[in-house]
């Protein structure tokens, strides 16, 4: 025996999908694991947990979660009610807990993200994207990372041969599934360690190890300027939006494209009015529910 201990602790907060992301840090502050935020359609609420690999949490991490919650709730957040409970796991059921959340994923006819144990068959010169579950991954499903895929798919004429910036890249989703559409040269990095680590274990299991590389990298830290990129990928909060819009618009080539997602639609308007000030105007927009994405380019 490996000494894997056979049931792992899941916390599990069920909040309102405008918290659902700021719930995520959240947990992550205080476990210091990457969490999963589902969006349930029915229900209109985000389920955000994180797994862990022991058997219970402490009173210090109980207080610290109640004190965090309040504290957005304080600060505006409708984060509703706010509940959370902890469950063990058995380690064998754990894995199968993601295939109802985790399907296949058509971006037109060109990329297919699944699961491992989806057997899918791509259509004919479809790339396909292949995820494991991990203790958390982003599969795609999310509004946000959806249009971020339909947009690398539009932008990414047949042969190939455009630079990407994936900005914060998570999972690694993008990243990936820009190297199976045929971009290059590809940059990925992530402020998150564990982030930068389940990325790296996804491009393995799509054999990409060798060629993409995800770097930890503070985006408040990097410098302007330097090289460009055909498109960029940003799906950050949008307060790191806002902060760092000369610095993202400096990265983007003269006839770029710089994505921007993750933000909430009563947010868009200010997000949309600080980049048109940098000369950029706005060729793409997509709602869905309370999210609100955008596609920018320099004004010709």
Not at 56 to 72: K, Y
Not at 160 to 181: P, Q
Not at 184 to 209: H, I, K, T
Request: charged content about 25%.
């Amino acid at each position: 025996m490996s000494g894997e201990l056979e049931q792992i602790v899941s916390v599990q907060v069920l909040t309102t999908p405008e918290a659902g992301e700021s719930v995520g840090e959240l947990l992550e502050l205080i476990f210091e694991t990457t969490a999963s935020v589902w969006f349930e359609d029915e229900s209109n609420e985000a389920i955000v947990t994180v797994y862990l690999e022991r058997a219970s949490i402490d009173s210090a991490e109980e207080m610290s979660l109640d004190q965090g919650l309040a504290e957005l709730r304080a600060a505006g957040l409708a984060v509703g009610e706010g509940s959370w409970g902890v469950e063990l796991v058995k380690r064998e059921n754990w894995s199968e807990s993601w295939k109802k959340h985790f399907h296949p994923i058509e971006v037109g006819d060109r990329l297919l993200v699944k699961p491992e144990w989806e057997e899918r068959e791509p259509r004919l010169g479809q790339a396909v994207v292949t995820l494991n579950p991990g203790m958390s991954f982003g599969t795609g499903h999310h509004p946000t990372t959806l249009f971020c895929l339909e947009q690398l798919v539009e932008c990414m004429p047949l042969g190939g041969g455009k630079s990407f910036l994936d900005v914060g890249t998570g999972s690694g989703i993008l990243a990936i599934s820009a190297v199976k559409l045929g971009y290059g040269p590809v940059e990925a990095w992530d402020f998150d360690p564990v982030a930068v680590e389940v990325a790296r274990r996804n491009a393995e299991q799509n054999r990409l190890d060798q060629a993409l590389s995800f770097e930890g990298q503070d985006l408040t830290k990097t410098p302007p300027g330097g090289r460009q990129f055909d498109l960029i990928c940003a799906n950050l909060m949008f307060d790191l939006l806002l902060a760092e819009r000369t610095k993202l618009a400096s990265w983007l080539a003269v006839k770029g494209r710089l994505v921007l997602a993750g933000i909430l639609a009563e947010q868009f308007a200010q997000v949309e009015e600080f980049y048109c000030d940098l000369g950029m105007e706005l060729i793409a927009v997509e709602s869905v529910k309370e999210w609100r994405s955008g596609a920018f380019r320099f004004s010709p």
